[in-house]
Each structure stands twice: as structure tokens, then as C-alpha cells.
């Protein structure tokens, strides 16, 4: 078994080759992030499907993370919504691929590119996401919504309470909660709001300056607090360490430990 059933690391799609084989010996289970143009590849189909295998043979999960790079699901222009769309159904057949349970997606949304009107990217997400959100239930795949650029949670309640599905929940990133909007709302507020929608958790630290993705304990947020909450609010949610060097990976996962205990 994993350190933790709920645990997962962050890999790139293009790091599965060089650290698959060290994810598996050391019983981690991926999150796997890919690039638009990962999801272009010709032979992607048959990779995603053996990598898929191994971990399941190894009794692993593995969660999958959506491109998201000039992709916006609440954009006003619709040609932006169709490539958005394109990637983001190719990111769900890849979930599917791998035996996935878990596909993380950007919500594109930043308050000074709609001025201050989320009123806006929320009616144009609500016609976005239920064709996506029905082949996800019939794949078995959550989507988690992440918070990225938001300093406040009007637009992510908004869109979570209006579409209201098992199948569509928050993924909650206390490096950018604490980024963005450590000022305007707490960790506790925040916890409250969504505890009914919370289904998978980025954890990783910062100095509130830069998104610095630094281990548990070499940055300033409150983690001791955190992990309360999550027991408190969503002690089933799957979480994952988003460590970008295997050296910081290692570090985060001795910081971890201590806080998984049971649920």
C-alpha cells in the first residue's frame, strides 16, 4: 500500500518515462500534468494505457492534471472556448487512459481581464462545463476546479453551487489561497464555504510573494491549521504534494507524514 491512499505527487507527462519506474518502487502515486501539445502525440493512447497498468498492478491511483496554459472555459470568445474544450476533452480521454479517478482543471478566470464582473465568466462556464461533466460521470473521472488567480471565492461558489455535481468539485490550492487571498478570507472561512464541493487538495508552500512551490515548513502558511480543516471539512479528499525537483519531493514527503494520520 502508499504512504497514504488519499497522497499524490505531481509529475509531468513528460518526467513519466525517466520517473514512473521511481514512483513505483517507492509506492507514490502520481498526478500527472500534462501540456497541450503532450495530448497531440501519436502514440500517447498506447503509453498512457501500459503506464495505467503498472500502477494498477501496483495497487496505485493516479490523478491526472488538465492543461491549462491560454485555455478559459468561462472565455467570452468562443473560439477560445473550442480549443479549450478540445483540451480539455483530450485531458479526460488521457484520465481515462490511465484508470484516473481525479482530473484537475483551471478555471481560467482573473477579475482585471473581466473587470471586476465574474457575473460574466460564470454564465459563460455554466454553458461550458455539463457536456464535459456527463462524459466525466460516465468515465467515473471527478473534475476538480482549481483556484488559481482568485483573491476571493464569489466566481468558484457561484459555479460549483449552480452546477451542483458529484462529479464537479474543488480542488483547493493553499499555495494560492495563500498567494492571492490569505488577506481577504482565512483558511477557515474558505474551508466552510466549499467543505460540501472539496474533493482533492494541492498542497505545497510559499512565502506569499512568488508561487515558489516550496515543501511543507520552508514557507509562512499554516499548515497545522490546514490539515485541521481538512479532517474537519474533507477528510476523504485525495491531496498532492506539487514538489517540482525530486530533491524538494523528498523533503515534502518527510514533512507530510506527520500530518496524515487516519481518517
Known amino acids: 500500500m502508499p504512504m497514504d491512499s488519499r497522497l499524490h505527487v505531481s509529475l509531468p507527462y513528460r518526467m513519466l518515462a525517466e520517473q514512473g519506474g521511481f514512483l513505483l518502487a517507492r509506492r507514490l502515486q502520481p498526478e500527472i500534468a500534462f501540456k497541450g501539445p503532450d495530448l497531440d502525440e501519436v502514440d500517447l493512447a498506447e503509453l498512457l494505457e501500459r ?140 474551508f466552510q464555504r466549499f467543505s460540501r464541493h472539496l474533493v482533492h487538495l494541492h498542497v505545497h508552500d510559499n512565502l506569499g510573494e512568488g508561487d515558489d512551490h516550496l515543501p511543507i515548513g520552508e514557507g509562512l502558511i499554516p499548515f497545522a491549521e490546514f490539515f485541521a480543516l481538512v479532517r474537519r471539512h474533507a477528510p476523504q479528499a485525495t491531496l498532492t504534494l506539487e514538489a517540482h525537483d525530486p530533491e524538494s519531493l523528498l523533503r515534502a514527503l518527510l514533512a507530510v507524514r506527520p500530518f496524515l494520520v487516519p481518517c
Open 51 to 190: 503506464w495505467g497498468a503498472a500502477f494498477r498492478a501496483a495497487g496505485l491511483a493516479v490523478a491526472v492534471h488538465a492543461p491549462f496554459m491560454d485555455l478559459n472555459p468561462g472565455a467570452v470568445e468562443p473560439l477560445v472556448r473550442e480549443v479549450t474544450a478540445l483540451r480539455l476533452n483530450q485531458a479526460l480521454d488521457a484520465a481515462q487512459r490511465l484508470g484516473a479517478r481525479r482530473l484537475v482543471v483551471h478555471p481560467g478566470y482573473d477579475r482585471w481581464r473581466y473587470a471586476g464582473n465574474e457575473d460574466l465568466w460564470v454564465e459563460q462556464s455554466l454553458g461550458f462545463w455539463p457536456p464535459l461533466i456527463r462524459r466525466a460521470a460516465d468515465a467515473g473521472v471527478v473534475l476538480a476546479l482549481e483556484n488559481v488567480f482568485e483573491d476571493a471565492p464569489g466566481n468558484l461558489e457561484k459555479l460549483l453551487a449552480a452546477i451542483d455535481s458529484p462529479w464537479f468539485g474543488h480542488c483547493f490550492d493553499v499555495g494560492h489561497w495563500h498567494l492571492f487571498c490569505r488577506e481577504r478570507i482565512s483558511l477557515a472561512d474558505w
